[in-house]
């Protein structure tokens, strides 16, 4: 009788230190999928953070190039409107001409001034497009920064 009391001991000692095993890999187990869930959120709050910047990186850009082509345009109807008055001036001027002479020298003055106007219009235009596209670039430029400095820190880049 002893010995089956012993043994009946050793089993239940036996199922305890297992139900005991049990729960403790359970408990880790929980545990371990509690962090990974808790980690999988932070990411995708992160991303979800990343997007949200980088679309108003989108509306940034796509703002400032609008604004840029408005000036770009405003600029161009400018400059025809100015060109299309000196060219009726100097049509005007034109047939006043006394002499061939006097009519080749006001041709002249006009086609070399039309020409220098023209050349100072491109260089504006010019000047203008690289802000234009300096600033449309920005916020792209950033967000791309931005994209490269989480690389490196999750380590995806070494």
């Known amino acids: ?34 962090e990974n869930f808790d980690r999988s959120m932070a990411a995708m709050t992160e991303m979800t953070s990343f997007g949200r910047e980088n679309m108003e990186a989108f509306m940034a850009s796509a703002a400032a190039a609008q604004k840029g082509f ?34 080749v020298e006001k041709q002249s003055t006009y086609a070399k001034g039309a020409f220098d106007a023209y050349v100072s219009e491109l260089n504006s235009v010019a000047d203008l497009m690289s802000g234009l596209t300096k600033d449309a670039m920005k916020p792209l430029n950033e967000r791309m920064s931005a994209a490269g400095k989480l690389m490196r820190v999750n380590g995806a880049v070494g």
């Not at 089993?11 to 305890?16: D, K, L, N, R």
């Not at 049990?22 to 929980?30: E, I, L, P, V």
């Not at 299309?84 to 002499?99: F, P």
Request: proline share 0%; charged share 20%.
């Open 1 to 34: 009788m002893a010995a089956a009391k012993s043994a009946a001991a050793k089993t239940t000692e036996t199922i305890e230190d297992a139900q005991a095993a049990f729960k403790q890999h359970a408990t880790a187990g929980a545990e371990a999928m509690r």
């Open 70 to 103: 408005e000036t770009l345009s405003a600029r161009a109807v400018a400059f025809s409107k100015s060109a299309m008055e000196n060219h009726v001036a100097a049509t005007k001027a034109l047939m006043g001409s006394r002499s061939v002479q006097e009519l």
